[in-house]
């Protein structure tokens, strides 16, 4: 098999990965008006990633709602540009993402593990609260990272681990069971500016990742921990706690006994306010970050 080359030289490529429901596709919708807020372009690749976007952004801004998931398998390719400046360069970070049923990541087939294995970073999203009731992120990633490994077996970095950047993000950190767990292990602060979201700082991120997995209702999460460590370099792996769909803020703050920023009406999930997401541009950017200077 070839040596697997970066897509592009110039732009690493990052894959999401979850397990069904872990919150893939509203990372994917919420991600524009992060990198619209912090004046990056999103600039769609093709068609079906124009439509998506068009979708996500209609949706979620006139219709406040979040764009009903498709049964159809999608591939998503958008770039995120950050013009230059005379003082700063031009960023360019490719974004991949493959909607899929969540079964194929159960039993992926050959050309989702190529496009992992082709990928230079990885997101992996972790929904804690999903795992306590039906424990069932473990089959999503345990084989998916089998193929990958068994894919890469003769494709692993120098210091033999997979070559990839991997961003672990503890998803929806603003579902109120969650917000509950992070105050219960004294893991949450708060933005000293308004809105004042909550917030699990990026340096308890992996101790917090740990704790949750290490939970008794989590059972196999401590599995995934386990696997992670071991697969990936300890240098190319980086922890966050994410929300896609962000805080309630009614009157311009957070109340900590009534974050959620979604609602059910009609059946229906609504946003109760435009998406403010949380550490869903970071891991993209801090990856790609983390991918130049490894090349360099
Ligand atoms: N509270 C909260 N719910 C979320 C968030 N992201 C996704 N969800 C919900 O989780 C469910 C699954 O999300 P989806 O993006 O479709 O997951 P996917 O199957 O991985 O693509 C949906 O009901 C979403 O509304 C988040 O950041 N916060
Ligand atoms: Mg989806």
Redesign the pocket.
């Known amino acids: 098999m070839p040596p697997i080359q970066p897509a592009d030289d110039e732009q690493p490529t990052t894959t999401l990965w979850?397990g069904?429901?872990?919150?893939?596709?509203?990372?994917l919708w919420t991600l524009p008006l992060a990198a619209y807020e912090a004046g990056w372009m999103v600039i769609p690749v093709d068609d079906e990633s124009r439509r998506f976007l068009d979708n996500a952004n209609q949706s979620i801004l006139r219709d406040q709602v979040?764009p009903t998931?498709t049964r159809a398998r999608r591939d998503i390719h958008w770039k995120l540009r950050r013009p230059g400046t005379r003082f700063r360069r031009t960023r360019t970070i490719d974004v991949r993402m493959t909607?899929r049923p969540?079964s194929e990541f159960q039993n992926p087939e050959p050309d989702l593990i190529e496009m992992l294995a082709g990928s230079d970073a990885l997101v992996y999203?972790f929904d804690a609260q999903r795992e306590f009731v039906h424990q069932d992120a473990v089959a999503f990633f345990g084989a998916t990272m089998t193929a990958l490994l068994s894919r890469m077996q003769h494709d692993l970095h120098p210091d033999g681990r997979l070559p990839h950047h991997l961003a672990v993000c503890v998803?929806?950190l603003?579902?109120v069971p969650m917000v509950h767990d992070a105050r219960r292990g004294l893991w949450l602060t708060q933005d000293a500016r308004p809105p004042f979201a909550p917030r699990v700082a990026d340096v308890h991120a992996r101790d917090f990742f740990e704790w949750l997995c290490r939970d008794r209702r989590a059972r196999a999460a401590s599995a995934i921990r386990n696997q992670i460590l071991a697969n990936f370099s300890p240098s190319r792996t980086h922890f966050y706690v994410t929300?896609?769909?962000g805080f309630h803020a009614p009157d311009g703050a957070v109340d900590l006994d009534d974050p959620?920023?979604?609602q059910v009406r009609g059946g229906q999930?609504v946003l109760r306010s435009t998406p403010r997401p949380v550490n869903v541009l970071e891991p993209l950017v801090d990856l790609q970050h983390a991918i130049s200077r490894g090349r360099r």
Do not use: R
């Open positions: 979850g069904t429901s872990s919150g893939k596709s509203t990372f979040l998931a909607d969540g999203l998803a929806k603003d579902n929300s896609a769909v959620d920023n979604l999930y």
